[in-house]
């Protein structure tokens, strides 16, 4: 029986294998792959997407655990041609160095925010993702920007 | 193939350079159609002026984080004086021209290889002169436009002007300045007081599509048609397959095909790929990976099935105890030693360490009857191309290689092992081949790191000054099975003779012995420079706590008075001894050297010259009763030359102090029955952002040549963070990884 879903915002099905992890049905089948490789055991975070908006590593992730839930990808994280904040200030940090990662940190980041919109030191230094470049300096720097910027929004 | 033949070939104006930016039978979709080429003016085959005034620039070396797709066109654009804003950055195939002589071809676009921080140095070389020849004739095209003289015409952010205030941008004099033959003379470069853009901070410039998932890795590339390959490798070093099985597999929805991949013979070059397996083809990856897991197969574990660790660390235990063969002898080392007041000994282990890309090896790769692609992250685009022609045959000028953004490189792509699998696969099925590497792949096929024990010694006279130095090094040399070293010349590749501090102590020896060790090795990141930093830096602090001198002042009486010595290993050709002296300064100053820390706090402080840039750190740890130690302050001082990009410098630097901070902290290849245990991230722990320090980056202002800045930020981290530790602790780091020799010791 076919795996439905909301994609980036859109109806989609899937009738093939429900045990694959969604990073392979979006890198392979989707095409998107702004979601990336790294461990495939859940332990680096660069294919962080959100599940009914909360992060989630789809690596480990099988499709039949997201039957009639909604996946949101990095490339479904900007409004047109409006980045999202986080994506912003990690542009104005100049935070990538490789960038393999940074989609992963990114959506790590819009979930950590939007849970807790002002975040500690501590907290911003949270996230658990692996940046192999070394770039968790500027990663901190710029979700500390996101926040002040989304509170400006808001 | 000479320098110059290169030059002449890549500085080429004309027609026929037209679409030169173009990759034919690419596999990338953002390729620009080649109509929209030929509307715009190509000036040399790394710029052209499209009709809205856009300044292409060709971006010709891997991108892999280390920023030259942004400081390379830099170099190009600030002697065109174009306008940044209006600059779009192109990344090129490898591009190969043909030549008589041998090998038969040449770069077209200059060298193409990313390894060793050499990109701004020869950029800096040979890239200015691109811009320079380009503005050159744009200034030609307005001259002749006004009749006017070229010398009395200025350029500014892509226009010239007249000196009555007249005006014509690029764009308007581009099609006919790609008209005109170029003086023989070379174009003058500008006065380094006149830049506008070298030494500006300019952030990535891709990072748009970076942030926005649009940025294409190796791994992203799946054209229509094409088969994933996932395979299955001997896990054994030199190991090989004894029976297999792929029934099961092959029951595997989507599973196409299994083909056995041979691996080298034991004691052959590495030229190709580095292990024995069974590839498994298949639609899609998930497939190709449930097809690997249902194969049976046993393997023979080869010639080095009883290799542990542990032997290891007892053969080079063994070996020190032996003569190895002395590469450096300065002075009477002996004759030091029998009248020194004082002597220090230490010994420090390295262990084998792996690249861990955050991207695993990949590679796309289409044989056909006469012509070949590949497309993958390789930092090696021409050892690519010599691969895919060696086993296909295929004339080089027909095989298209074009390396993707590298989600990480460390050195790990210098080798093109993924590629020659991937061509392999593709040449035995007839497809196009996307080739995917697993996490567990990745950590047990690497080339690693080398292991070495350093036995360090040194003679001191009555004043405290060292009067003598031995280095004796037992490593399992990074120069392992290459076709392109002599047998003899392994420790090359471990001690760089000319390394400090030769020539600063008078009696010196620096010793290699060879660790036999079945596991690849290769290029890890300021290769020999991470371990030996890491001896030299530790037993420096060492000596001066012996001999109860400043740790500082004894390094700057050791540099003594600021001169050039000859450096004829990667990086010379000098060593400046008053540049080296200055970051030491820098980050004692920044640190805060010489001040009283609490208790339990100490400052720690180490300085290395990497292949010409000059670094040094100083850190502040604070250890808990239990052990449990954290880094309060890290400051990186650096002088890499002038500053192309002040931002990516900074990056570089953070980035190599983290890196040097991680792998110190808890990273290890070990060794069990001739295979490599750590499989993933779960055990290879990486450090994460909580434990990673701000880093301070201080960059001396200087108007020397640049060099790169990639490796230069590591060394030192590592002894930096040791001595540290041992101001605060008293507890001497001597074996890495730290990992819990803290707590250990607390408990002791």
């Known amino acids: ?154 | 193939m000479s320098a110059q033949l290169t030059r002449r070939a890549f500085l080429a104006i004309g027609a026929s350079a037209a679409g030169g930016l173009l990759l034919r039978g690419s596999a990338f979709a953002a390729d620009r159609p080649r109509d929209a080429a030929e509307a715009s003016a190509q000036l040399g085959v790394l710029v052209r002026i499209e009709p809205d005034g856009t300044i292409v620039i060709g971006s010709r070396q891997p991108e892999m984080g280390q920023g030259v797709k942004t400081s390379l066109p830099m170099l190009v654009a600030e002697e065109l004086d174009a306008d940044w804003s209006r600059v779009r950055i192109e990344e090129l195939p490898l591009g190969l021209v043909a030549i008589a002589e041998e090998p038969g071809v040449t770069w077209k676009y200059g060298p193409q290889g990313a390894g060793g921080s050499t990109s701004i140095p020869e950029g800096w070389g040979d890239l200015r002169p691109v811009g320079a020849e380009a503005r050159r004739l744009l200034v030609l095209a307005a001259a002749a436009e006004w009749n006017a003289e070229a010398a009395t015409l200025t350029t500014f952010a892509g226009t010239v002007k007249h000196p009555d205030g007249r005006t014509l941008t690029y764009a308007e004099l581009a099609p006919k300045a790609a008209k005109i033959v170029p003086p023989k003379d070379p174009a003058p470069l500008k006065d380094p007081a006149q830049y506008r853009l070298i030494g500006t901070p300019q952030r990535v410039v891709d990072a748009r599509e970076i942030v926005t998932g649009r940025a294409q890795y190796g791994l992203d590339v799946f054209p229509e048609g094409a088969l994933v390959a996932v395979v299955a490798r001997c896990p054994y070093f030199d190991g090989a397959i004894e029976s297999w099985d792929a029934s099961e597999a092959k029951k595997i929805p989507g599973v196409r095909d299994v083909v056995v991949l041979p691996g080298p013979k034991p004691g052959e070059p590495y030229a190709q790929n580095l292990a024995t397996g069974l590839a498994v083809i298949a639609d899609d990856t998930w497939s190709a990976i449930r097809g690997r897991n249902a194969l049976k197969v046993s393997w023979t574990k080869g010639p080095w099935a009883d290799e542990t660790s542990a032997k290891l660390d007892a053969q080079a235990a063994g070996l020190l105890r032996g003569k190895g063969k002395v590469v450096r002898r300065d002075g009477d080392l002996a004759g030091a030693k029998a009248k020194a007041a004082r002597t220090v000994e230490a010994t420090y282990r390295v262990p084998f360490v792996a690249h861990a890309t955050m991207e695993p090896q990949n590679a796309y790769a289409k044989v056909e009857a006469d012509h070949v692609t590949v497309v993958g992250s390789m930092q090696m685009p021409s050892g690519a191309s010599r691969v895919a022609n060696a086993i296909t045959g295929v004339h080089r000028l027909k095989i298209d290689v074009r390396a993707a953004r590298l989600g990480g490189g460390f050195g790990r792509r210098l080798t093109n092992d993924f590629v020659a699998e991937a061509v392999l696969i593709a040449k035995a099925t007839g497809k196009a081949i996307k080739l995917v590497w697993t996490r567990e792949d990745d950590m047990r096929h690497d080339f690693y790191r080398p292991f070495g024990v350093h036995a360090m010694t040194a003679t001191l006279d009555g004043d405290g000054k060292v009067t003598g130095w031995a280095q004796r090094l037992a490593s399992a040399a990074k120069y392992y099975r290459r076709a392109d070293v002599a047998p003899g010349d392994e420790w090359q590749s471990e001690i760089y003779p000319d390394d400090f501090p030769a020539q600063c102590v008078a009696n010196l020896e620096y010793e290699w012995l060879d660790v036999k060790s079945g596991i690849a090795r290769g290029s890890w990141r300021a290769p020999a420079h991470t371990a030996n930093a890491f001896a030299n830096e530790s037993f420096i602090d060492e000596i001066a706590h012996a001999t109860k001198q400043d740790a500082v002042a004894l390094r700057l009486a050791m540099y003594g008075a600021p001169r050039e010595l000859a450096y004829t290993n990667h990086g010379g050709p000098v060593f400046d001894t008053g540049r080296m002296a200055n970051v030491l300064q820098v980050a004692a100053d920044r640190i805060g050297w010489g001040r009283k820390v609490a208790r339990g706090r100490g400052i720690g402080i180490a300085a290395h010259f990497t292949f010409g840039g000059y670094a040094a750190h100083a850190m502040e740890v604070s250890v808990a009763k239990g052990g449990e130690y954290r880094i309060e302050r890290c400051v990186c001082a650096v002088d890499v030359g002038r500053v192309v990009n002040p931002l990516g410098v900074e990056a570089q630097m953070m980035g190599g102090t983290i890196d040097g901070i991680s792998t110190a902290e808890g990273l290890e290849i070990t060794i069990r029955d001739g295979r490599v245990v750590e499989g993933n991230f779960n055990d290879y722990p990486l450090l994460r952002s909580a434990r990673a320090p701000d880093v301070e980056v201080h960059v001396v202002k200087s108007d020397k040549a640049p060099s790169g800045a990639g490796e230069m930020g590591i060394p030192t981290a590592a002894p930096a963070l040791c001595n540290a530790i041992f101001a605060a602790t008293g507890v001497r780091i001597r074996s890495l990884p730290i990992r819990d020799q803290l707590k250990a010791a607390s408990r002791a």
């Open chain 1, 1 to 154: 029986m076919a795996v439905r879903f909301t994609l980036n915002g859109k109806a989609t099905s899937f009738d093939g294998d429900a045990d694959m992890p969604l990073l392979w049905y979006l890198r392979d089948h989707a095409r998107l792959t702004g979601t990336k490789f790294g461990c495939g055991i859940a332990a680096c975070g660069a294919c962080t997407v959100h599940v009914d908006g909360a992060a989630q590593r789809s690596c480990v992730t099988p499709l039949r655990a997201i039957e009639g839930r909604a996946v949101r990808t990095i490339e479904g994280l900007a409004d047109g041609d409006r980045l999202h904040a986080v994506q912003q200030a990690w542009i104005e940090e100049d935070v990538a160095q490789c960038g393999y990662c940074q989609a992963g940190q990114i959506m790590a980041a819009v979930d950590l925010l939007a849970k807790t919109p002002d975040p500690s030191d501590e907290q911003v230094a949270s996230l658990t993702n692996l940046c192999r470049c070394g770039t968790y300096p500027r990663i901190r720097k710029a979700i500390k920007r996101a926040a002040a910027a989304l509170k400006e929004e808001s």
